[in-house]
T-cell receptor, first 115, second 110 residues
Framework: NAGVTQTPKFRVLKTGQSMTLLCAQD?????MYWYRQDPGMGLRLIHY???????AKGEVPDGYNVSRLKKQNFLLGLESAAPSQTSVYFC??????????????FGQGTRLTVV | RKEVEQDPGPFNVPEGATVAFNCTYS??????FFWYRQDCRKEPKLLMS???SGNEDGRFTAQLNRASQYISLLIRDSKLSDSATYLC???????????FGPGTSLSVIP
């Protein structure tokens, strides 16, 4: 069972570079989320999606864009990376069915450093 | 004010101790509540759901007080393997937002 897979696992970017983080889930979940985790800050929601073709802003969306063209994939883009975006990024998915499980499943994280 | 707040910690306790974590949430429309555990440099994983009637899973007991918008986690007979960060999680009524608290760090000492 792959569950939730994030790529890449590590990346170092220079200020101003762009990149895309990929989150893929094979559980047919409707809801997907991108979080960033910084020391002492917990997980903060960047963007989320409640279904294919839909996205919404979370707590800290500035500097990020997302797309959910396929149900199984949720992409997080950084158009012009800044040192403040150095963080650990986690993707999560949730079934989204009220009769179903409400457990969120996480990817293993992407450690991004912007220099 | 943050939507979900937790005891700041860290908690350093000896093996065998009982430790309690507290969590408060600000949005009364919140529907479901959970405790997740996160080991160092790993992804969070579900520890247990929290029900209004209170629920127990082995050494772990979770309580929910909707009137006070308060959630708790009690760990009895702490083990070294319980050392981790414990995250309080709230799921909104619309099931679209999953909000995490900042986490409370626990270190169980031999």
């Amino acid at each position: 069972n792959a569950g939730v897979t994030q790529t890449p696992k590590f990346r170092v970017l220079k200020t101003g570079q762009s990149m895309t983080l990929l989150c893929a889930q094979d559980m047919n979940h409707e809801y997907m989320y991108w979080y960033r985790q910084d020391p002492g800050m917990g997980l903060r929601l960047i963007h989320y999606s409640v279904g294919e073709g839909t996205t919404a802003k979370g707590e800290v969306p500035d500097g990020y864009n997302v797309s959910r063209l396929k149900k199984q994939n949720f992409l997080l883009g950084l158009e012009s990376a800044a040192p403040s975006q150095t963080s650990v990024y986690f993707c999560a998915s949730l079934e989204g069915n009220r009769q179903g499980s409400t457990e969120a499943f996480f990817g293993q994280g992407t450690r991004l450093t912007v220099v | 004010r943050k939507e979900v707040e937790q005891d700041p910690g860290p908690f350093n306790v000896p093996e065998g101790a009982t430790v309690a974590f507290n969590c408060t949430y600000s949005n009364s429309a919140s529907q479901s509540f959970f405790w997740y555990r996160q080991d160092c440099r790993k992804e969070p994983k579900l520890l247990m759901s929290v029900y209004s009637s209170g629920n127990e899973d082995g050494r772990f007991t979770a309580q929910l007080n909707r009137a006070s918008q308060y959630i708790s986690l009690l760990i009895r007979d702490s083990k070294l393997s319980d050392s981790a960060t414990y995250l309080c999680v709230v799921l909104k009524t619309s099931y679209d937002k999953v909000i995490f608290g900042p986490g409370t760090s626990l270190s169980v000492i031999p």
